[in-house]
């Protein structure tokens, strides 16, 4: 939960609305956040079909975008805002495509993977890790935060709890890899919003039921899951270690896979520049 604002403003800050990303060894938030989009084969199109018809899938197949990957927990404020930007933008995009078909798949990654499950309190974490205990610094950044949110509908708040969130990576990937994308994003929106906006512990087995149930999972199958914390671990564990392999040290982090070429985008951007990439990556993939 962080925002941003014009005037005097922090060092490193700027009233622009593309925000920074955070990088790797900083004493910031902790978390990032990839996309990536890819296209599919065409199949192959029968020669004695009508030429109306072969144009008409040749259309729709060009369009099919078969994933989309976010890197994004645990999550900075940067990274919420960048995934509620990206939303609006793959809304318009679909609108505009209808034919195109767009997969979001979420990978973990850890910036502050020594931070205890317990935690502490987020405010003064933020204030004392960021600026130097400065509280005029601070309150000039959670307006900041605060104002940005406000464009996408989100209501930062800035109490409560920052912690290690290993078991909400564990959870997000289990899911996702057996009820599929719309599941994963379920539950990552409920995870954003309970830390974000209702100050909740980012990865207690409370929030966790309440990020599971709002996914449509079942409480028993959930709690069970929940309360086994070493199943999925070591898988979590792997694919944390594959994105450090990768070079993804910063976070709001956006890989967009296209045909021809990728696309990668760092730093929460603005709606139209997404819109901007995926249409491009859209219309590469014809």
């Given at each position: 939960?962080?925002p941003?604002?014009t005037?005097?403003l922090?060092?490193?800050?700027?009233c622009?609305?593309?925000l920074?990303?955070?990088?790797?060894?900083?004493?910031?938030?902790p978390?990032y956040?990839p996309?990536?989009?890819?296209?599919v084969?065409w199949?192959?199109l029968h020669?004695?079909?009508?030429?109306?018809?072969l144009?008409?899938?040749?259309?729709?197949?060009r369009c099919?975008?078969k994933r989309?990957?976010?890197?994004?927990?645990p999550?900075p404020?940067?990274?919420?805002?960048?995934?509620?930007?990206?939303?609006?933008a793959?809304a318009?995009?679909?609108?505009?495509n209808?034919?195109?078909t767009?997969?979001?798949?979420?990978l973990?990654?850890?910036?502050?993977?020594e931070a205890?499950k317990?935690?502490?309190?987020?405010y003064?974490?933020?204030?004392?890790?960021?600026?130097?205990?400065s509280?005029?610094?601070?309150?000039m950044?959670t307006?900041?935060m605060?104002?940005?949110?406000?464009?996408?509908?989100i209501?930062?708040?800035?109490?409560?709890?920052v912690?290690?969130?290993?078991?909400?990576?564990?959870l997000v990937?289990h899911?996702?890899?057996r009820r599929?994308?719309a599941?994963?994003d379920?539950?990552?929106?409920?995870?954003?919003?309970?830390?974000?906006?209702?100050?909740?512990?980012?990865?207690?087995p409370?929030?966790?039921?309440t990020?599971a149930?709002?996914?449509g999972?079942?409480e028993?199958?959930?709690?069970?899951?929940?309360e086994?914390?070493?199943?999925?671990?070591?898988d979590v564990?792997?694919?944390?270690r594959?994105?450090a392999?990768?070079g993804?040290d910063a976070?709001?982090?956006v890989?967009?896979?296209?045909?021809r070429r990728?696309?990668?985008?760092?730093?929460?951007?603005e709606?139209?520049?997404?819109?901007?990439?995926?249409?491009q990556?859209?219309?590469?993939?014809?």
């Open positions: 939960m962080h941003i604002t005037g005097s922090p060092t490193g800050y700027s622009s609305s593309t920074p990303s955070y990088r790797h060894g900083h004493r910031c938030d978390v956040l996309h990536v989009l890819q296209d084969e199949p192959q020669p004695i079909e009508p030429r109306e018809l144009l008409r899938k040749r259309r729709e197949r099919h975008i989309l990957r976010l890197v994004i927990l999550p404020l940067r990274t919420y805002l960048a995934k509620k930007r990206l939303d609006v793959l318009r995009v679909r609108s505009a209808p034919a195109a767009f997969v979001v798949k979420y973990p990654y850890q910036l502050y993977p205890s317990e935690g502490e309190d987020k003064a974490w933020y204030m004392a890790s960021k600026y130097g205990g509280e005029e610094r601070m309150k950044y307006t900041l605060a104002a940005y949110g406000v464009g996408v509908g209501d930062f708040k800035f109490g409560g709890t912690a290690n969130t290993l078991d909400a990576h564990r990937q899911y996702q890899s599929g994308p599941c994963a379920a539950l990552i929106n409920s995870l954003y919003r309970q830390y974000f906006e209702e100050e909740r512990h980012p990865s207690s409370q929030t966790l039921l990020a149930q709002e996914a999972i079942d028993k199958e959930a709690r069970a899951f929940i086994d914390e070493y199943e999925g671990l070591q564990k792997m694919l944390v594959e994105q392999g990768n993804v976070v709001p982090y890989v967009l896979e296209g045909r990728d696309f990668t985008l760092q730093g929460a951007k709606v139209d520049e997404y819109v901007k990439t995926l249409e990556v859209v219309k590469e993939s014809g």
